[in-house]
């Protein structure tokens, strides 16, 4: 089955940011009334990448299919233990490196995973569990859908794979036939990766629920 890698992105902070006002606290306030366009897997690096609940991590649990395909729900980011430390949102929420930290849209942090926790169940568990508060969309359904996408794009490969041998003996040994057939191949090929493209597309495109903003004071 095709490995799916979560795609992370770099980050020096994660507390969304407010307009320059020059005032620390309204800065602060202000900040909380923003939302992000989806909630978000936040991952503190330990400084050193020999750490065997490091490697574990990455190697095991990041490598597991479920984690990879749900991490689609999330906007995935990574950030350095030492910037988690100047993060408002992220230094009091657990001090162990490497953690997991799972963020509502609305900034609000539900869940830590560290140490004993960072387990491929637990992390799956803590997805799925905040993609229900986040989408219409079910979780294990689309994690379940995209799984069977995955065997028909290895099929796909596989297609692809062939199509590519059987051009380079036609270009060893040319046969008209085979040519017209192999160009008919590489069409159906090419349509079918399109409609897969599409399908994935819908699959992924999740409906939100409305964030419950606090009333009024």
């Known amino acids: 089955m095709a490995r799916l890698n979560i795609r992370w992105q770099s980050t020096n902070s994660v507390a969304p940011q407010a307009a320059s006002t020059g005032d620390a606290q309204s800065a602060d306030a202000d900040a909380g009334k923003r939302?992000?366009?989806?909630?978000?897997?936040?991952?503190?690096?330990?400084?050193?990448?020999?750490?065997?609940?490091?490697?574990?991590?990455?190697?095991?649990?990041?490598?597991?299919?479920?984690?990879?395909?749900?991490?689609?729900?999330?906007?995935?980011?990574?950030?350095?233990?030492?910037?988690?430390?100047?993060?408002?949102?992220?230094?009091?929420?657990?001090?162990?490196?490497?953690?997991?930290?799972?963020?509502?849209?609305?900034?609000?942090?539900?869940?830590?995973?560290?140490?004993?926790?960072?387990?491929?169940?637990?992390?799956?568990?803590?997805?799925?569990?905040?993609?229900?508060?986040?989408y219409k969309d079910s979780f294990s359904s689309?994690?379940?859908?995209?799984?069977?996408?995955?065997?028909?794009?290895d099929r796909l490969d596989g297609v692809r794979a062939q199509n590519a041998e059987t051009a380079r003996k036609l270009k060893e040994k040319p046969n008209a036939s085979k040519a017209k057939k192999l160009e008919k191949d590489i069409a159906e090929y090419e349509k079918k990766m399109e409609d897969w493209k599409k399908a994935e597309e819908k699959l992924l495109a999740f409906k939100a629920k409305p964030i419950k903003k606090p009333a009024a004071a």
């Open 35 to 134: 939302y992000a366009e989806r909630p978000m897997l936040v991952y503190v690096t330990s400084d050193d990448a020999t750490d065997s609940v490091t490697r574990k991590l990455e190697d095991v649990a990041f490598a597991d299919e479920r984690i990879g395909i749900g991490s689609k729900f999330f906007r995935c980011v990574k950030i350095t233990a030492g910037n988690a430390l100047q993060d408002r949102l992220l230094k009091d929420n657990g001090d162990a490196t490497p953690r997991l930290l799972f963020v509502k849209r609305d900034y609000t942090v539900v869940a830590t995973l560290e140490k004993k926790k960072l387990k491929p169940g637990t992390i799956v568990k803590t997805m799925a569990r905040l993609a229900r508060t986040e």
């Open 142 to 153: 689309m994690v379940s859908k995209y799984g069977k996408l995955l065997n028909e794009l």
